[in-house]
T-cell receptor, first 115, second 114 residues
Framework: GAGVSQSPSNKVTEKGKDVELRCDPI?????LYWYRQRLGQGLEFLIY????????KSGLPSDRFSAERTGESVSTLTIQRTQQEDSAVYLC?????????????FGPGTRLLVL | AQSVTQLDSQVPVFEEAPVELRCNYS??????LFWYVQYPNQGLQLLLK??????LVKGINGFEAEFNKSQTSFHLRKPSVHISDTAEYFC????????????FGTGTRLLVSP
């Protein structure tokens, strides 16, 4: 079946502009996660959705970052007034539910470059 | 807060040789441990995970890892690697916070040459 998809695959923007990144999880997966991977670093947790609510958004780096999810479907991560330090690969993952034994399935990521 | 250390950023190895990728974590409470692999131009894929029970965990593609609580380690091993194992390998840990809040290491690039 279809895996997790993300769009766009690449995004180049100018400092100060807003960007919107999209994630389509695997159908039926109730849990959805966003991560950020900066060059040479591990993945950093950003936010977790259970259904359309976000019980943990502790990883969002600043109030310029926000995310929403429609039902148990598409999620968008929005970065306002982008800064050069926002340049990274943004990864989305989904799992059937939130339990420890469920596997997180990752999308291919969106590579964001802020000039 | 938990952290994960992968000391080796890159591990070169010849085909059919054994390999060990090291992972250490810091946590004073029980954790769950994972290894993910990222092949070139592909998304992350789960290799194996330790939740409880036997400390030796077997995963896909002939990989296995051993949980060592006293040494807070979860090293990944394969007795004989293939060219196709060339990839980036990430170790991750989560507490039982009610969901998998994964904390990742910085990754180890495994380079297998003929």
């Amino acid at each position: 079946g279809a895996g997790v998809s993300q769009s766009p695959s690449n995004k180049v923007t100018e400092k100060g502009k807003d960007v919107e990144l999209r994630c389509d999880p695997i159908s039926g997966h109730t849990a959805l996660y966003w991560y950020r991977q900066r060059l040479g670093q591990g993945l950093e947790f950003l936010i977790y959705f259970q259904g359309n609510s976000a019980p943990d958004k502790s990883g969002l780096p600043s109030d310029r970052f926000s995310a929403e999810r429609t039902g148990e479907s598409v999620s968008t991560l929005t970065i306002q007034r982008t800064q050069q330090e926002d340049s990274a690969v943004y990864l989305c993952a989904s799992s059937l539910d939130r339990t420890m034994w469920e596997t997180q399935y990752f999308g291919p990521g969106t590579r964001l470059l802020v000039l | 807060a938990q952290s994960v250390t992968q000391l080796d950023s890159q591990v070169p190895v010849f085909e059919e040789a054994p390999v060990e990728l090291r992972c250490n974590y810091s946590s004073s409470v029980s954790v769950y441990l994972f290894w993910y692999v990222q092949y070139p131009n592909q998304g992350l894929q789960l290799l194996l995970k330790y939740l409880s029970g036997s400390t030796l965990v077997k995963g896909i593609n002939g990989f296995e890892a051993e949980f060592n609580k006293s040494q807070t380690s979860f090293h990944l091993r394969k007795p004989s690697v293939h060219i196709s194992d060339t990839a980036e390998y990430f170790c991750a840990v989560t507490l039982n916070t009610g969901f998998q809040k994964l904390v990742f290491g910085t990754g180890t690039r495994l380079l297998v040459s003929p």
